[in-house]
T-cell receptor, first 112, second 112 residues
Framework: DTAVSQTPKYLVTQMGNDKSIKCEQNLGHDTMYWYKQDSKKFLKIMFSYNNKELIINETVPNRFSPKSPDKAHLNLHINSLELGDSAVYFC???????????FGPGTRLLVL | KQEVTQIPAALSVPEGENLVLNCSFTDSAIYNLQWFRQDPGKGLTSLLLIQSSQREQTSGRLNASLDKSSGRSTLYIAASQPGDSATYLCAASGAGSYQLTFGKGTKLSVIP
């Protein structure tokens, strides 16, 4: 009965590789998000998305791209991985943008 | 651009004490403010959401207040327990966007 799930839980990869992180929510929400939590535990929004609008935080490199095959999924694709991309990535969802956000367990990405 | 500050960064209290966590934000034109809890190595759990038209919300031993005019919110925890030990994060949405801006959190330790 997991509400927001992410796969994989851990991801270790080499610099320059391309990787994807999957996110699924079974709450029937219409808005999904990706956040990055850095080594100092600071959490920053990367994207928010519903079926009408994608909002991209201006600090996110264009190597990062969200892909939503349907309302319940928002995957994160990362091209040409860099050492600085190492972080924990959290997916979240809410019913309309102004409501409570529910977070997934996080994906710990380590770029070597 | 919304900025969120949380003070103190860490707090240690004996079990049974009442305590207050502070959060301040720079843009008073918010849609809502949310308080989350994060346990080590885990995702975020939503505690309380206060809409911009509200002044406070309560859930069990937790009470959150919102004062938009002064750009402040507080999270009051009554009769603290060791199980309350976690990092508490405050997040506010800025004008024109539902995206949340997070503070750096207050790490709470409740000593038995």
């Amino acid at each position: 009965d997991t509400a927001v799930s992410q796969t994989p839980k851990y991801l270790v990869t080499q610099m320059g590789n391309d990787k994807s992180i999957k996110c699924e929510q079974n709450l029937g929400h219409d808005t999904m998000y990706w956040y990055k939590q850095d080594s100092k535990k600071f959490l920053k929004i990367m994207f928010s998305y519903n079926n009408k609008e994608l909002i991209i935080n201006e600090t996110v490199p264009n190597r990062f791209s969200p892909k939503s095959p349907d309302k319940a999924h928002l995957n994160l694709h990362i091209n040409s991985l860099e050492l600085g991309d190492s972080a924990v990535y959290f997916c979240a969802s809410s019913q309309r943008g102004a409501e409570t956000q529910y977070f997934g367990p996080g994906t710990r990405l380590l770029v070597l | 651009k919304q900025e969120v500050t949380q003070i103190p960064a860490a707090l240690s209290v004996p079990e049974g004490e009442n305590l207050v966590l502070n959060c301040s934000f720079t843009d008073s034109a918010i849609y809502n403010l949310q308080w989350f809890r994060q346990d080590p190595g885990k995702g975020l759990t939503s505690l309380l959401l206060i809409q911009s038209s509200q002044r406070e919300q309560t859930s069990g031993r937790l009470n959150a207040s919102l004062d938009k005019s002064s750009g402040r919110s507080t999270l009051y925890i009554a009769a603290s327990q060791p199980g309350d030990s976690a990092t508490y994060l405050c997040a506010a949405s800025g004008a024109g966007s539902y995206q949340l801006t997070f503070g750096k959190g207050t790490k709470l330790s409740v000593i038995p």
